[in-house]
Nanobody, 126 residues
Framework: QVQVVESGGGLVQPGGSLRLSCAASGFAVDDYAIGWFRQAPGKEREGVLCLGSSNGNRYEADSVKGRFTATRDIAKNTVYLEMHSLKPEDTAVYYC???????????????????WGQGTQVTVSS
């Protein structure tokens, strides 16, 4: 059974950093596309950083370019989202999602993913 579990959220001051983890079970993270999404109160869920099922294929939202990075740790079967220079507008519930053989061409939509974690809250506030 394909499962993903997020962890690492919390409260951080503006300008700070945080690392989220997406632990996978039931599949290998290098065989699947992994997407990081976020949803703020009253807003739609949006793709933040998505890694395609082929090496080099990825999507990155303009709002996080230069600040967020996503990496696969094959040995730990985990995907990380490193977030730096955090802003109050980054406050949201962050979700990890997985889907087999999915590539991105300028967009990363939640409806493309079938397996989701429960989410982890990230709050950026002084």
């Amino acid at each position: 059974q394909v499962q993903v579990v997020e962890s690492g959220g919390g409260l951080v001051q503006p300008g700070g950093s945080l690392r989220l983890s997406c632990a996978a079970s039931g599949f290998a993270v290098d065989d699947y596309a992994i997407g990081w999404f976020r949803q703020a109160p009253g807003k739609e869920r949006e793709g933040v950083l998505c890694l395609g099922s082929s090496n080099g294929n990825r999507y990155e939202a303009d709002s996080v370019k230069g600040r967020f990075t996503a990496t696969r740790d094959i040995a730990k079967n985990t995907v990380y989202l490193e977030m730096h220079s955090l802003k109050p507008e980054d406050t949201a519930v962050y979700y990890c999602a997985a889907e087999w053989r999915l590539l991105f061409n300028g967009v990363c939509l939640p409806e493309g993913f079938g397996s989701w974690g429960q989410g982890t809250q990230v709050t950026v506030s002084s």
